[in-house]
């Protein structure tokens, strides 16, 4: 329940375009503050929520793709504990990082929601389903990988060299997030260019203790353990595993086995795509979404 905010997070009948949202906070029973972006709009259906990746902030959703998706739904995009604009300190682990999420969703008030959980974000919604079942109805997880995963403990050096470094920039992104193909690097840059076009009331950047405690996280849930692969097998919910079939954060043969592991997991590797899939192909992701999320089965 909140216990203070900024803004109404009312739902207004129009949805507005996510590259002019208002940055808005909520206070949770934590006593962190979160900041948010909500598309609102005058859908009933159940609300999706964004969970990020590594080091992104709210200014890191291309615009392209969350407005497709809130076409046809409410999206809330949210900063977790000490990422960009919202308060407290990074945690270490993605077990706390969905206990955090929890909050952040009581206090909005949204008692059941669909999941859209992207590289750190997809391990975040993993812990969620599993800690708190009743809260999610459908889960999305984009390049991402079960915990306990041989071979996944820390991220390749060319990988975290470029996009874990203090002065990471756009060649490093586009280097990591997308293939050396003219196309895939032509989508990669207009998705950028998106992504930056918005000039006032950006999110506060991520700093370098949440860059650091995101990493520890990263590399405890890489940690190789059998048993903990056995988890993802209580995942009663459908469950829709998606990436780019050249992702070298993320490799797709880890795709291949989540989806294996869960007893109602769809599968989709798109082409000519690495970490950053959603984005080159954000109008093919946004329809596969909705049509998982809309599936009566």
């Given at each position: 329940m909140a216990t203070g905010t900024t803004e109404s997070s009312a739902r207004s009948g129009q949805q507005n375009s996510y590259a002019t949202l208002p940055n808005k906070t909520?206070?949770?029973?934590?006593?962190?503050a979160y900041a948010y972006r909500d598309t609102g709009g005058s859908?009933?259906?159940?609300?999706?929520?964004?969970?990020?990746h590594f080091r992104g902030n709210l200014d890191n959703w291309d615009p392209a793709l969350v407005d497709a998706l809130a076409s046809t739904r409410r999206v809330i995009?949210?900063?977790?504990?000490?990422?960009g604009g919202s308060g407290g300190s990074t945690p270490h682990t993605v077990e706390q990082m969905a206990h955090d999420a929890?909050?952040?969703?009581?206090a909005t008030g949204l008692e059941q929601v669909d999941v859209l959980g992207f590289s750190l974000g997809s391990f975040v919604a993993q812990q969620i389903a599993l800690t708190r079942p009743n809260v999610v109805r459908r889960l999305v997880l984009a390049s991402s990988a079960p915990q306990g995963a041989a071979g996944m403990h820390g991220w390749a050096p060319e990988v975290i060299g470029a996009i874990g470094a203090p002065d990471s920039g756009a060649e490093e992104v586009l280097d990591v997030f997308y293939t050396p193909s003219p196309a895939?690097?032509?989508?990669?840059?207009?998705?950028?260019?998106?992504m930056f076009a918005r000039?006032?009331?950006?999110?506060?950047?991520?700093?370098?203790a949440t860059r650091e405690a995101q990493y520890d996280a990263v590399c405890a849930w890489g940690i190789p353990d059998h048993g903990l692969l056995q988890r993802l097998g209580c995942l009663e919910l459908p469950v829709f595993v998606a990436n780019g079939d050249s992702d070298p954060m993320i490799l797709p043969h880890y795709t291949h086995l989540l989806a294996g592991l869960i007893p109602q997991a769809r599968l989709k590797i798109y082409p000519d795509a690495a970490?950053?899939?959603?984005?080159?192909?954000?109008?093919e992701f946004a329809a596969?979404?909705?049509a998982f999320l809309a599936d009566p089965q």
């Open positions: 909520v206070t949770a029973a934590n006593g962190i859908h009933t259906g159940v609300p999706l929520v964004l969970l990020q995009a949210f900063d977790n504990t000490g990422v929890l909050a952040f969703l009581a895939s690097r032509k989508a990669g840059e207009q998705s950028l260019q998106r000039t006032e009331d950006r999110d506060v950047p991520t700093s370098w970490h950053g899939f959603l984005f080159q192909h954000h109008a596969d979404v909705e």
